[in-house]
């Protein structure tokens, strides 16, 4: 991987998926941070992550993909990024991370 600072210019393999035989079912790109959601509902996130938009608990840059906990007992069905990450279970309850609270 060639790399300047935090930059990627150039596609590689994600070693720690790899390497744990992880499966993606989905890959949702944030403005600077990615998401995925694994075959057996594991989500992990990783990039820029200075709002906790990766959703990991931590608000440092995350090179490699940190796991994303849930206090749920089902299966995450769909990921979303944009400038925050939203995951969506089955029973379509949205969580979120780095999404700013609603004004009324």
């Known amino acids: ?10 596609p590689d393999t ?10 993606i079912s989905q890959i949702s790109c944030g403005e600077s941070h990615t998401i995925v959601l694994t075959s057996n509902g594991q989500v992990f996130g990783w990039g820029c992550n200075n709002r906790g938009q990766v959703g990991c608990g931590e608000n440092t840059f995350q090179i490699d993909p ?16 944009n400038s925050h ?20």
Request: hydrophobic letters at 35%.
């Open 1 to 10: 991987m060639v790399r300047n600072g935090n930059d990627y210019h150039k």
């Open 14 to 23: 994600i070693l720690y998926l790899q390497s744990n035989n992880l499966i």
């Open 66 to 81: 940190a796991p994303i906990e849930f206090s749920i007992e089902y299966q995450i069905s769909k990921i979303s990024c």
């Open 85 to 104: 990450t939203s995951i969506i279970d089955p029973f379509l309850r949205i969580y979120s991370a780095n999404c700013p609270p609603i004004q009324s």
